[in-house]
């Protein structure tokens, strides 16, 4: 329910970019995900994206951190995409230009998010 109403704006934009993923990708494949969410898994979407109810990735095994950017979402609602969904976006977008000695994964979003599922990475 959170995702409809706590979440909605996250919630809003996961389904348009879903709906743009699905049209430009006839192979895109659609599971239940953790936290009552709809992940998609597609080809066409590079590294992956939580937003609101809608997990977009490029393969299934970016399911669980981005579920741990689901929770990040359900605790901070509409203050996410301000703390975490743009930060974490801009971050994918120049890690390796700005920080390439280090993993994408030491960013303050992505830490937070492994935690929240319990993912431990070396370095």
């Given amino acids: 329910m959170l995702h409809y109403t706590w979440s909605i704006l996250q919630t809003i934009l996961g389904f348009i970019l879903s709906r ?3 049209l430009r990708d006839k192979n895109t494949r659609k ?5 009552n969410t709809t992940v998609f898994i597609s080809a066409k979407m590079k590294g992956g994206i939580s937003l609101g109810k809608y997990i977009i990735v490029q ?6 951190h981005e579920s741990g950017h689901t929770k990040q979402s359900l605790l901070l609602g509409p203050l996410y995409l301000f703390i975490i969904g743009i930060p974490s976006f801009i971050w994918a977008t120049i890690y390796t230009l700005v920080k ?3 993993s994408y994964y030491s960013f303050y979003t992505e830490k937070w998010a492994d935690k929240n599922v319990g ?3 070396n370095g």
Wanted: hydrophobic letters at 50%; a positive charge; proline letters at 10%.
């Fill in 20 to 22: 743009i993923i699905l």
């Fill in 31 to 35: 599971l239940d995900g953790p936290f």
């Fill in 59 to 64: 393969h299934k095994s970016l399911i669980r």
């Fill in 100 to 102: 390439p000695k280090i």
């Fill in 119 to 121: 993912i431990i990475r």
